[in-house]
């Protein structure tokens, strides 16, 4: 199926549900683009989510809360959290230390 062809003038096609899925295939080529340039960094950190967007892996840039046991933030969110438009509910009193490469986090800590 082309998806840059308009298809919702056809029968049998909604148009509502056509747009909607137009926008999560743009969403979706926008996370893999996202996936592939971090991939290209190793910035990509398995097994750990974002508990702002639910993205997982986590890629780019690890924003780990200091004062929570087990929370994190893609640089997109941790970017929007304290923003009026933002959803997003964490203690905006709390610190969080910036994560290049989880591996390198791990060993530093698990080595003090």
Avoid: A, W
């Amino acid at each position: 199926m082309n998806v840059n062809k308009p298809m919702y003038n056809q029968p049998n096609v909604n148009k509502t549900m056509y747009i909607e899925l137009l926008g999560e295939i743009k969403k979706l080529r926008q996370d893999l683009n996202l996936v592939e340039f971090h991939k290209s960094r190793k910035n990509i950190h398995l097994g750990i989510n974002c508990n702002g967007c639910g993205r997982n892996p986590l890629t780019g840039i690890r924003y780990k809360c200091l004062m929570c046991p087990n929370f994190n933030f893609c640089e997109i969110c941790e970017s929007n959290y304290n923003s009026s438009e933002s959803n997003i509910v964490h203690d905006t009193k709390h610190f969080f230390v910036k994560i290049r490469n989880t591996d390198i986090y791990n060993f530093v800590c698990n080595n003090r």
